[in-house]
């Protein structure tokens, strides 16, 4: 391993490429440890480590936008809003026959769209940050979120408002540029590896939180409320194993076997070969529990908020319990039904098996045992449903580890999220494209792979 890195690093092209990633992943860190003047540090720090409610919902969103809405920075909304845009503009391509038409333009058509959803991720931005801005200075608080030298009769002028409006703005404008960059000039994908970044920077501070509810004698833990030192092992298998299933899946496939039709040209027969159609399992990818979280997280913030404005209300008390993350069976239950939905949902917009049957036509290849067209589209689409449903499960499984850990080991749920759910999920994902990058560029210049044995 040790050569192969010196062989990456000793391909000039490729180490500039590392090298730029690298930089720009670097002013990103810088930029996210910035906060806005007009934030007070300190009653931000401790407002963002309440449980339930805005602080859980501050801490999910972080996991998967590589924001610090629980800090108010710069990056504060992070490129959650790119994202969502790209999403709008995915699901409108298959609804609104003009997108439909610019998607099947090529490049031009993917430069016209990349236009669109840049314009689409600045109105999402004003539109989030200024509600954002507007709820960390609504008055009413037992300690004010904002300096109060930036307060006039308990309130936020209208300029400074707007001030941080346009520097949150424009912080996720330029860290979609970064992505960009990266995107050009740089190697692996550069939305994703933002978000990883992200990911990456909190856990050594989940590992942190881990060790500080760990007490370091055997059988130390029992009565105490901490992990006892025992425990150790069972994390580290329990931890690999996740890693190991998360690889299983990301890698796993469904080959179905194609024959290319014969030509016979003169004296020759061209074609005839035997191939295969790869069916991703995990076809959504991460975009299900990502849905699903969010889904989730407007009733548990809703009925948390009227839970303490109406206190003496058991009905509210009661819902809010049975939306709280970790806590509930109604939540666990809720949240692999959407995961499930979201999956095939997902998988229904980015796989057309019509498509793909007349590509396959287009070139001349069939599936053995079905003709061409239409018997080849419903044949995709039934093996896609249940390699989907295989997927899912995964994706459920992955995505309620953190509560089985945290209910049955005592883990806290911020380390069991970082160590063995959606985090680690996105990580090895990322890892896994940012590894075939580098390869595509070992492989053209006849090396070996960094998977692939000597």
């Known amino acids: 391993m040790l050569e192969k890195i010196r062989v990456i690093f000793a391909i000039p092209e490729l180490r500039q490429k590392i090298l730029l990633t690298l930089g720009l992943l670097a002013i990103y860190r810088v930029g996210w440890q910035v906060p806005l003047p007009i934030v007070d540090a300190d009653a931000m720090s401790a407002f963002a480590k309440q449980t339930g409610g805005v602080g859980e919902l501050l801490r999910t969103?972080?996991?998967?936008?590589?924001?610090?809405?629980?800090?108010?920075?710069?990056?504060?909304?992070?490129?959650?809003?790119?994202?969502?845009?790209?999403?709008?503009?995915?699901?409108?391509?298959?609804?609104?026959?003009?997108?439909?038409?610019l998607q099947k333009e090529g490049e031009a058509g993917r430069k016209k769209i990349n236009e669109y959803t840049r314009y689409a991720t600045v109105i999402?931005?004003?539109?989030?940050s200024w509600f954002y801005v507007a709820y960390l200075a609504a008055p009413g608080r037992e300690q004010s979120l904002i300096q109060s030298g930036f307060l006039e009769d308990g309130r936020l002028p209208f300029i400074w408002q707007f001030v941080a409006v346009m520097t949150m703005t424009a912080g996720t404008v330029f860290l979609m540029w970064l992505g960009e960059q990266i995107d050009e000039f740089g190697i692996g994908n550069g939305i994703s590896l933002l978000i990883m970044a992200g990911i990456l920077a909190g856990m050594p501070g989940a590992l942190l939180e881990l060790a500080g509810a760990t007490s370091w004698e055997v059988g130390g833990g029992a009565g105490t409320g901490k992990l006892g030192v025992e425990m150790i092992?069972?994390?580290?298998?329990?931890?690999?194993?996740?890693?190991?299933?998360?690889?299983?899946?990301?890698?796993?496939?469904?080959?179905?076997?194609?024959?290319?039709?014969?030509?016979?040209?003169?004296?020759?027969?061209?074609?005839?070969?035997?191939?295969?159609?790869?069916?991703?399992v995990n076809q959504a990818g991460v975009?299900?529990?990502?849905?699903?979280?969010?889904?989730?997280?407007?009733?548990?913030?809703?009925?948390?908020?009227?839970?303490?404005?109406?206190?003496?209300?058991?009905?509210?008390?009661?819902?809010?319990?049975?939306?709280?993350?970790?806590?509930?069976?109604?939540?666990?239950?809720?949240?692999?039904?959407?995961i499930y939905f979201f999956c095939y949902f997902w998988t229904a917009i980015t796989f057309n098996p019509k498509e793909m049957a007349d590509n396959l036509k287009n070139f001349g290849a069939f599936i053995p045992g079905y003709r061409p067209g239409k018997r080849t589209?419903?044949?995709?689409?039934?093996?896609?449903e249940r390699i989907t449903y295989v997927g899912a499960g995964f994706l459920a499984l992955v995505a309620v580890i953190p509560t089985i850990a945290g209910g049955f080991l005592g883990i806290p749920y911020q380390a069991a999220s970082f160590y063995g759910g959606t985090g680690l999920l996105i990580a090895v994902s990322v890892?896994?494209?940012?590894?075939?990058?580098?390869?595509?560029?070992?492989?053209?210049?006849?090396?070996?792979?960094?998977?692939?044995?000597?």
């Open 431 to 454: 890892v896994f494209d940012l590894v075939q990058k580098i390869d595509s560029h070992l492989v053209m210049r006849n090396y070996s792979g960094l998977l692939e044995r000597n």
């Open 124 to 128: 999402i931005c004003i539109v989030q």
């Open 61 to 101: 969103v972080a996991v998967f936008s590589a924001s610090q809405l629980s800090q108010a920075t710069i990056f504060g909304l992070g490129i959650m809003p790119y994202i969502s845009a790209s999403i709008i503009f995915q699901l409108l391509g298959t609804v609104w026959p003009p997108l439909e038409r």
């Open 287 to 338: 975009m299900p529990i990502i849905f699903a979280s969010s889904l989730l997280l407007f009733p548990q913030f809703l009925f948390s908020y009227l839970a303490k404005t109406i206190p003496e209300s058991s009905i509210l008390q009661s819902l809010s319990e049975s939306f709280t993350r970790g806590q509930s069976y109604l939540y666990n239950v809720l949240y692999i039904a959407l």
């Open 377 to 384: 589209a419903d044949y995709l689409e039934r093996v896609m």
């Open 233 to 280: 092992p069972v994390l580290v298998a329990l931890f690999v194993g996740v890693v190991a299933g998360v690889v299983f899946m990301t890698q796993g496939q469904r080959r179905i076997p194609t024959q290319s039709a014969k030509h016979v040209r003169g004296r020759r027969v061209y074609g005839g070969t035997r191939q295969y159609l790869p069916l991703r």
